[in-house]
């Protein structure tokens, strides 16, 4: 089993970039994920895991909003 995944994230200041995450046990990812901006915390992101059959790959993360 994989114990990492690629995921693309959509929306939001980091649209198009792809995260390397940790897969569980049952090879699930995090079901969210903070992108840190330039200014550190201060500028994070949240992204939330959801799945994406229209474009044929099992997980995006989709931006949700500043963490602030």
Do not use: C, F, K
């Not at 939330?48 to 963490?67: C, F, K, M, T, V």
Request: no cysteine.
């Amino acid at each position: 089993m994989t114990s990492t995944a690629q995921i693309p994230l959509v929306g939001g200041t980091a649209d198009g970039e792809t995260v390397t995450v940790e897969l569980d046990s049952n090879g699930r990812p995090p079901l969210t994920h903070h992108h840190v901006g330039p200014e550190g915390l201060a500028e994070a992101q949240i992204y939330e895991l959801e799945s994406d059959d229209r474009h044929d790959r099992p997980w995006i993360y989709n931006w949700r909003g500043p963490a602030v």
